[in-house]
């Protein structure tokens, strides 16, 4: 017995007052300073389902330091129960660990079976007194050691398993006491339940929808196929077990499950936590949640789990004439707008008066030589301006009115050069620079050099920019009618959607996330239990459905082959019709191109299942070979196909149509909208103000009249 102890590096002694003699410092002496040993001492009155304080401390301490090897002796079997269900529902005992325990009928008890499937590793030691020989002398006692029989069943009884016996300080056959017996579990049956959710389980059945979907025969068997049916077949030829796969009660409600008044739980983590199964598959995700519920093997895949939203929740069509650009973009070219404005204003203002300067300096040298033919030809000529204003009556027709050319020119100063005329005022400076912009030209061409330079280089400019915004104009003219997509968090939350997923599980990620957003995604979550209903819902642009993506894509197929089916019945032309757009509507559902999390997925033991070490090995070695990826891709290729299938059906032409062109009608409305609101402003102004005026309409009969009377 002692020789057995050489291997490990920390022992956990635990005795009563009874036993506790026996680890005297001798017995510790015996060992050097090689292994590290944890005294506990258990009292006789100690409740051990929950212990004291300083007991909990070591027995913390020995699994975090990794202690391999438990050495119990306590009298009392009932306390020995309380102790190992105390470990096993707060994880404070090493399951993996070695055991030695008294032999004890109270520890074989129906109610401890369940801990007798995951303390494997254990050693009971059974004293019997030797008989006496025939000269009355007592032989020394000996010791049978037992363990519990895994991996066979135990049913209604538990016999322990003989190993060895001990007598006259040694073994009788030196078996090995802590064997590997997860090495071949000798064919035994394993309990493993399971429930449809893609593409870790998918429930195979022979309906209608099903067999078009997967390809099935007409009369084939339900069962289950999947990523995790591929992985668990494979661990069972490893590991040499045979699985019994079923499905647990109103699955297609409580899905994984969720925790009932009382501590009781449902779905298949109610199955786990009662020990019903020793397997669970189903898409579990590796959280804390599940991790206090169960053991959970090394993650095989991460899944992006997401939204699926409402595809067009408003049309941006009559903003076709601004996305072109992006708003960077046109940012930009207002600013380069409003700084050739101000440059070609101030520019032209300097020319002016430069130009009138100069025309004053000639005007004041002209007075002192006059021209008499000009003055001659001044005198003769009689000019009369016409009025500006519409309303001024028929002119005297005794006199003679000669229109002078430069009555059609625009009004400009007196002195003012000509050709700076459109860029002398801030008004006519801001129309020609814009009107340059649309690549209209100018009635003419400025004078003044600068004016000039900058005039050809903003042209070079408005070239380039109005050809880069046509040839985007043209390529978004030339695809399917735009749709606004919901790709992040804040989009989400903007939109005003109701949020739902599947189960408890889904739930309790945003609730106990620390991220503002999806606290506020919490806040509106909402329990879903039929996923098609979901999707509906979706499609009623009132939805967001969280899930993994091959979910949602899975979700998403079955619903246009749901309505596929309605539109091949025998219908009248208007059902007929009907079920087309109604087959047409999930074309408006769009997966969220951002992840919320990609949340590794594992398959569920267990809680201190004595199998998770190998199953975690084989599941790397199958990793490893690549074989995860490849039942993916085999699993979601009937979607894919079927996908594929539908977007040839209903392909989507790059029509135009009136919805495309409503950016136009847009821009004409704003257009008219601007010219009437003009329109009045200037009549009001013209009733207010130039009526009153008392120079309106000098020319008038009524003037000359009262002119001529005086």
Known sequence: MIKSLEPYECVVVIADPLYNEVFAKSWYTRFGTEISFIMIYVEESEDLLSPYSHTQESLLTAKKVGCQLYITLVANGIQVARLLRFGDRFRILNSLAKYIFLYDDRLFEEKLFYLWRKIINVVFIRRFE?????????????????????????????????????????????????????????????????????????????????????????????????????????????????????EPENADVELWGRKMVGGIYTGIIGEMVNARADIALGDL???????????????????????????????????????????IMWAAVLICLMLCTLAFYFLARFHV??????????????????????????????????????????????????????????PRDKDEPVGLYQFSQPVNSTLYTYSMLLLVSLPKLPSGWSLRMLTGWYWLYCLLLVTSYRASMTAILAKPTPRVRIDTLDELVASKLTYGGWGDLTREFFTSSDDATLKMISENFVMVNDSDEAVDQVADASFAFYENTYFLKEALVKRQ??????????????????????????????????????????????????????????????????????????????????EVQTDNEHEIKAIMNMKKFSGGLVALGIGYFISIVTLLVEIIYFNSVVKKNPSFNKYSKTVQNNKKSK
Request: proline fraction near 7%.
């Open 130 to 246: 030797g008989k006496s020989t025939a000269n009355g002398k007592k032989r020394s006692p000996w010791f049978e050691l037992s363990t519990v029989p895994f991996p066979s069943q135990i049913h209604r009884v538990l016999v322990p398993k003989r190993l060895d016996i001990w007598t006259h300080s040694k073994f009788r056959k030196d078996t090995d006491l802590f064997r590997d017996k997860t090495l071949d579990l000798n064919n035994q049956t394993v309990k493993v339940v399971a429930f449809p959710h893609l593409p870790g389980t998918a429930k195979i059945s022979s309906t209608s929808t099903a067999r078009a979907f997967l390809s099935l025969k007409e009369n084939a068997p339900a069962c289950f196929s999947g990523t995790e049916i591929e992985i668990i077949q494979t661990v069972a030829k490893a590991m040499n077990f045979r699985c019994e796969i079923y």
């Open 285 to 327: 995700y590796y959280t804390p949640y599940l991790l206090e519920l169960m053991d959970l093997s090394v993650p095989y895949n991460t899944e992006c789990l997401t939204f699926l939203t409402p595809e067009s929740l408003t049309d941006n069509s009559w903003k076709t004439l601004v996305l072109p650009f992006k708003p």
């Open 561 to 642: 082959l749901r309505f596929q089916s309605l539109s091949k019945r025998n219908f009248t032309s208007n059902q007929t019709e009907e079920a087309k757009n109604l087959a047409k509507q999930d074309r408006s559902l769009h997966i969220m191109n951002d992840c919320i999390i990609n949340m590794p997925i594992s398959i569920g033991l267990q809680k201190n299942s004595p199998m998770k070490p190998r199953f975690d090995k084989f599941i790397r070695m199958v990793m490893e070979a690549g074989l995860i990826k490849k039942w993916l891709d085999d699993v979601m290729q009937n979607v894919l196909n079927a």
């Open 353 to 410: 008066h430069m130009t009138t300067m100069t025309n004053k300096r000639v005007k004041n040298k002209n007075r002192i030589h006059p021209d008499p033919v000009e003055e001659l030809r001044g005198k003769k000529k009689k000019v009369v301006t016409l009025s500006l204003f519409p309303e001024v009556e028929k002119l005297d027709p005794n006199v003679k009115y000669t229109l002078m050319k430069e009555q059609y020119q625009p």
